[in-house]
């Protein structure tokens, strides 16, 4: 079992659609988690942290379960530049330091 | 501030042929990690230079290898390349090596092995 997943998608939505993404880890040691957007061919830029009080920025809203390890992501009226793949991550297993454990990404399209 | 720059930005490498890629960190860090994203997946850790030591490794054969400067700069060096080397490969750097550190990654090498 790969220690985070997530649906591949593809997600497409119309342009003002929520959309929520989830993701699963494995691992209960996990420390940290994170939600990254990489467009086509660039490399991936944080988009936000996620903690257990759940946290939102803007149109975006991360929240993580720990009883049933998974994180998820919110996106609220959805714009034509959210268009990317999404990548969860994971820090902080044992003895791992900062190093991140990725998934495989969820790709989002959104559309006119 | 420069970001984390990486060098080169593509190449075409053959099989068997050996491949060297660069990175300098964000100004200001010390430890830098090095990750593979195969078309379709998500970046896999390959390993990590702290203090010029490779401090931890991803489950990657003895074909990668690394090294890390006075400068805090890295290289990724891969022997011996297979198909299955074709990939993008990030380096993120870091202040430290610690849970807290945040990754700030460069725009990547892309590789292709024919």
């Known amino acids: 079992r790969k220690e985070v997943e997530q649906d591949p998608g593809p997600f497409n939505v119309p342009e003002g659609a929520t959309v929520a993404f989830n993701c699963t880890y494995s691992?209960?040691?996990?420390?940290?988690f994170f939600w990254y957007r990489q467009d086509c061919r660039k490399e991936p830029k944080l988009l936000m942290s996620v903690y257990s009080s759940g946290n939102e920025d803007g149109r975006f809203t991360a929240q993580l379960n720990r009883a049933s390890q998974y994180i998820s992501l919110l996106i609220r009226d959805s714009k034509l530049s959210d268009s990317a793949t999404y990548l969860c991550?994971?820090?902080?297993?044992?003895?791992?330091?900062?190093?991140?454990?990725f998934g495989t990404g969820t790709q989002l399209k959104v559309e006119l | 501030d420069a970001g984390v720059t990486q060098s080169p930005t593509h190449l075409i490498k053959t099989r068997g042929q050996q491949v060297t890629l660069r990175c300098s960190p964000k100004s200001g860090h010390d430890t830098v990690s090095w990750y593979q994203q195969a078309l379709g997946q998500g970046p896999q850790f390959i390993f990590q230079?702290?203090?010029?030591?490779?401090?931890q490794r991803g489950n990657f054969p003895d074909r990668f290898s690394g090294h890390q400067f006075p400068n805090y700069s890295s290289e990724l060096n891969v022997n011996a390349l297979l198909l299955g080397d074709s990939a993008l490969y990030l380096c993120?750097?870091?202040?430290?090596?610690?849970?807290?550190?945040?990754?700030?990654f460069g725009e990547g090498s892309r590789l292709t092995v024919l």
């Open positions: 991550a994971a820090k902080g297993l044992t003895g791992g330091g900062n190093k991140l454990t």
């Open positions: 993120a750097s870091s202040l430290g090596d610690r849970v807290a550190g945040e990754l700030f």
């Open positions: 230079y702290y203090e010029e030591e490779e401090r």
């Open positions: 691992n209960s040691a996990s420390q940290s």
